[in-house]
């Protein structure tokens, strides 16, 4: 079986060296490059190609803009975070920039193989402390959208959430909608403003909870 081609990145030389010694131990995984900042990661990953690269997201540097070019230019490779910020909304942020998993460093060495082999399999996956919380996280959402007047989407909001149902990021649906990016962030503050909700995750939530005299949601 053909193994799985790894790339590590992370400023802590000490973790960056115990994840070295975790792939080196499991068969089925090759490490062929490494990094320590954002744009270290990022020439590894044009250069080498991986399949998964795993990235601190706070090295030092634009990590997101590294984590977004990777997806972008690498072709193949998909990108797996591995941070100790617990936040949602970072989450969030690191999986809009195209992450394709998130994964807690507190985790266990088993989850974290366990996701480099979903995200390569073109899963999207997140450490289970974390996807707990992001669950009561929408659950709160759902409660305050529940609790407010009933909301109606013009014919754009709700392609563009239909769009994000998908799993679109901002440049895809400006792409396909021939807006600006510009346009689309505009849109996506306008629809967190409508449904009471501070991120793109919660407009998911709350818009699946609307009255059904509001605009349909579209689907391709």
Do not use: W
């Not at 000490?14 to 010694?21: D, F, I």
């Not at 990590?63 to 070019?69: A, M, N, P, S, W």
């Amino acid at each position: 079986m053909k193994s799985i081609s790894l790339a590590l990145a992370d400023d802590h030389p000490l973790m960056l060296s115990g994840l070295l010694e975790l792939f080196k131990t499991e068969e089925e995984f090759e490490v062929v490059g490494t990094g320590s900042n954002a744009d270290e990661a990022l020439e590894v990953g044009l250069r080498s190609a991986p399949d998964v690269f795993i990235v601190d997201i706070m090295m030092p540097g634009n990590v997101f803009d590294t984590i977004l070019k990777l997806v972008r230019y690498g072709g193949k490779t998909k990108v797996l975070a591995f941070s100790a910020m617990s936040r949602s909304d970072i989450a969030i942020k690191t999986l809009d920039a195209g992450a394709s998993g998130y994964v807690l460093k507190g985790s266990s060495p088993q989850e974290l193989i366990e996701g480099v082999k979903a995200v390569h399999r073109g899963e999207t996956f997140i450490t289970r402390a974390l996807a707990c919380k992001l669950v009561e996280e929408q659950r709160l959402a759902s409660l305050r959208v529940a609790a407010g007047p009933p909301v109606k989407l013009s014919i754009r909001e709700a392609q563009i959430i239909a769009m994000l149902t998908r799993g679109c990021t901002n440049r895809q649906i400006a792409s396909e909608l021939k807006i600006s990016e510009k346009t689309v962030k505009n849109y996506m503050t306008v629809l967190m403003q409508k449904l009471n909700v501070r991120n793109r995750l919660e407009v998911l939530i709350a818009a699946q909870k609307l009255d059904h005299d509001g605009a349909p949601i579209l689907r391709h």
